[in-house]
């Protein structure tokens, strides 16, 4: 077979056949940023990132030598557009940003690309060298004007001025780790210190235990059984939607032969899986208390169309995961028609309804983050709610600590009652009592 240039391969141990991107020893001494590079066994993966790292050696050779860059839509290596693209390609994207998001930070990355600067060029274009702690703060500003856009008078995108000033600040240090020589070396980090604008943060809407079980119900009757059953695994169990649709839950975890009354639990975020309990056996009377009656009720309706729990069905007797959107505009559709359900209601809401609950439950810290499986007390509390319900739990609490304290106080205060010398009969005097 032909190799792409710069790959070597090499026999393993087991028989199998190792590829190795390997630049000539010649271009070190050059300063070249791309690194050597194991490339797996499997040759059409192989085949494909050696394509990559050779298109990027080639750009850089070119700039070297003061060649324009060739290739279609090649960005200008050392250009803002350029880091963006390598930090698309490097493992703290591929590994940290979750699928659904990839979109959200495509489009970030172009409305820092397009901008224009008042003599008319993008930001792509301009070389990472040249964009100073200076040009930063302008490009801020432009980022809260949104030129261009069409905004009510007085109104700025302070959101989005927030998320591009953080893309931009990971991405520069990602980048500049790889590729040291591109930034300026007195002030690599220009968007370190940036002065973001105070704004109000809008927080996420959590649903209730009923409106959670009134669109299960409903959903049902209308025949998405997959939407009830997502819901519900979210509020119950608290898993993210995302996970749900992707798989992550299967037949397996519930209630397995190896544990019949446990249902297991992935959370691809924090890497963990967590092992609900279904249910409890009282040892006096033998007597079995379900956990989550309701929820197994919706489960019995959930068809078992393969290892996954939630499939649509194309046909056939066949199934395929559904598309996290799919499914969203499917409760979407059906949270309008549902009495009882409110117009907040999400996939997402669910799982932090499900989070405010624990709160509501006067859970501790420690018992929350069990279920919840968060790894910081600061993440865990970002999901619970201040419901009317926590409010009035911890106003009971401190009202109970204050009437306590004024029991202590006036006890403290009154009068004390003479126990010792009290009701004694006066003393003779000496005199009296030699007289």
Not at 414 to 431: D, L, R, W
Request: charged share 25%; aromatic share 8%.
């Amino acid at each position: 077979m032909e190799l792409p240039r710069h790959v070597i391969p090499k026999r393993l141990a087991s028989g199998a056949t190792a590829y190795y991107y390997n630049v000539p020893t010649k271009y070190r001494p050059l300063k070249c940023p791309v690194s050597n590079e194991p490339l797996g066994t499997d040759y059409g993966k192989m085949h494909g990132r050696a394509k990559v790292l050779n298109e990027q050696f080639d750009e850089w050779d070119q700039a070297r030598k003061g060649l324009p860059i060739s290739g279609v839509n090649a960005p200008k290596y050392g250009s803002v557009d350029w880091l963006f693209r390598e930090y698309k390609a490097s493992a703290a994207y591929l590994e940290k940003v979750a699928a659904r998001s990839r979109s959200d930070y495509e489009w970030a990355m172009d409305e820092v690309c397009n901008v224009r600067t008042k003599s008319g060029d993008r930001v792509g274009d301009r070389l990472v060298k040249t964009i100073s702690p200076r040009a930063a703060d302008k490009l801020y500003a432009m980022f809260l004007a949104g030129k261009g856009k069409k905004l009510p008078e007085g109104k700025q995108r302070l959101r989005t001025g927030e998320k591009l000033v953080g893309l931009c600040r990971k991405a520069w240090r990602v980048v500049h780790r790889l590729y040291p020589a591109e930034f300026p070396a007195d002030l690599p980090f220009p968007w370190d210190g940036v002065t973001l604008k105070v704004r109000a943060k809008a927080k996420k809407p959590a649903v209730t235990r009923e409106e959670v079980y009134a669109f299960a119900w409903g959903a049902i009757d209308k025949g998405y059984p997959e939407a009830a059953a997502t819901a519900v695994i979210c509020f119950e169990w608290l898993q993210r939607p995302e996970n749900v649709v992707a798989g992550y839950i299967t037949w397996a975890d519930y209630r397995a032969p190896s544990a019949p009354s446990i249902i297991k639990v992935a959370h691809h975020k924090t890497g963990t899986i967590a092992p609900h309990p279904l249910e409890e056996t009282d040892e006096d009377t033998g007597e079995v208390r379900l956990f989550y009656a309701d929820a197994e009720e919706v489960l019995a309706r959930l068809p078992r169309r393969g290892l996954a729990m939630v499939l649509m069905d194309i046909g056939d007797g066949k199934a395929r995961p559904w598309r996290y959107s799919s499914l969203n505009h499917v409760v979407t559709r059906l949270r309008k028609s549902i009495e009882g359900v409110p117009a907040h209601f999400t996939l997402d809401a669910c799982r932090h309804g499900g989070m405010t609950e624990l709160e509501e439950a006067e859970l501790t810290d420690g018992q929350g983050r069990a279920l919840s499986t968060h790894k910081t007390q600061q993440s865990y509390e970002g999901y619970a709610k201040r419901s009317t319900k926590r409010m009035l739990s911890a106003t009971r609490k401190r009202h109970a600590h204050v009437l306590a304290n004024k029991l202590a106080t006036s006890i403290q205060n009154g009068a004390p009652e003479g126990v010792q010398n009290e009701n004694q009969p006066e003393p003779k005097s000496a005199a009296n009592a030699s007289g």
